[in-house]
């Protein structure tokens, strides 16, 4: 099943922060995150694997809860750059074989 | 970062003809590689995950025989839609895993069927 993703969409302004929540409803091996522009490939943000890390990058970090098994995207001080749409991936067997989410359309503007 | 091709990048066929995409990994060699399709404002969905020297495994509710799948190499695997018809115009993105199982999507090929 996909893992559900919310909020759906959301408009922030420059430098406010957001959350992004991913959920699923199976046992998470690891957790990846993308970022897709609208007519492109979506690009690979970051994997967390099960433990409950909590990974950075930049102003992007995430965490994972592999209990509850969800994970969260948080952005800070966003930029008109991290607009697009966002997508967890989850994997249950430890195989690379990637469940995308529902995704985030994420849009920030000045 | 490690870099992946697809070719073409924009296909237009008419229906009931058969269209090859490729996927190449230009800087690394992936013995995985996946294939998604993308329907406008969906998210992605897997269609089947390809092995070096193997055969693909699908994804269910993807037909073996219209979808087919050859990784002939560690840099290279094609998927081939046959008989395409209206119906599978879609947004086609391949994705390698690299030895740190990062994965590195293509750029895509946009496949519509008339």
């Known amino acids: 099943q996909q893992p559900v993703q919310s909020p759906q969409a959301v408009i922030l302004r420059e430098g406010e922060d957001a959350v992004i929540n991913c959920s699923s409803s199976?046992?998470?091996?690891?957790v990846h995150w993308y970022r897709q522009k609208h007519g492109e490939a979506p690009v690979f943000l970051m994997i967390?694997?099960?433990?409950?890390e909590q990974k950075g990058h930049e102003k992007i970090s995430a965490s994972f809860n592999e209990k509850k098994q969800q994970s969260s995207l948080y952005l800070t001080a966003s930029q008109l750059s991290y607009s697009g749409t966002y997508f967890c991936g989850t994997d249950s067997g430890g195989y690379q074989k990637v469940t995308f989410g529902t995704g985030t359309k994420l849009q920030v503007i000045p | 970062g490690a870099v992946v091709s697809q070719h073409p990048s924009w296909v237009i066929c008419k229906s009931g003809t058969s269209v090859k995409i490729e996927c190449r990994s230009l800087?690394?060699?992936?013995?995985?590689m996946f294939w998604y399709r993308q329907f406008p404002k969906q998210s992605l969905m897997l269609m089947a995950t390809s092995n070096e020297g193997s055969k693909a495994t699908y994804e269910q509710g993807v037909e073996k025989d219209k979808f087919l799948i050859n990784h002939a190499s560690l840099t290279l695997s094609t998927l081939t839609v046959t008989s395409a018809h209206p119906e599978d115009s879609s947004f086609y993105i391949c994705?390698?895993?690299?030895?740190?199982?990062?994965?590195?999507f293509g750029p895509g090929t946009r496949l519509t069927v008339t």
């Open positions: 800087d690394f060699q992936a013995t995985t």
């Open positions: 199976k046992a998470l091996y690891s």
């Open positions: 994705s390698a895993r690299d030895l740190a199982d990062e994965q590195y």
């Open positions: 967390l694997l099960k433990g409950g």
